[in-house]
Nanobody, 121 residues
């Protein structure tokens, strides 16, 4: 079982900056992709940024140019740098790791506990 621990959320003013971190409880050898998702009040959970094992990044249009996803494979950690935050970014942010299980060869998704990001003046 893989556990993901998130940190870095908080309350910021519009235009502010936050950096989220997500670290796995153990070293993972077969990561397919890592990503960040968010769920605002009354909304479905949506993908905002992903990075594949090859380093290819994808962003939701709503955050493109403002958010940057990065990873540190040695630390089994994924980051989300959030700049120029808007009130519309207010949500609970979740990290996700998709893993190829070495025994079953199937894929499994593991989620962080979520961290609240609130953008308000």
């Amino acid at each position: 079982q893989v556990q993901l621990v998130e940190s870095g959320g908080g309350l910021v003013q519009p235009g502010g900056t936050l950096r989220l971190s997500c670290t796995a409880s153990r070293s993972i050898n077969s990561i397919i992709s890592m990503g960040w998702y968010r769920q605002a009040l009354g909304n479905q959970r949506e993908m905002i940024a992903t990075i594949t094992d090859a380093g290819i990044r994808n962003y939701a249009d709503s955050v493109k140019g403002r958010f940057t996803i990065s990873r540190d494979n040695a630390k089994s950690t994924v980051y989300l740098q959030m700049d120029s935050l808007k009130s519309e970014d207010t949500a609970v942010y979740y990290c996700k790791v998709r893993i190829r299980e070495i025994i079953t060869l199937s894929t499994s998704d593991y989620w962080g506990q979520g961290t609240q990001v609130t953008v308000s003046s």
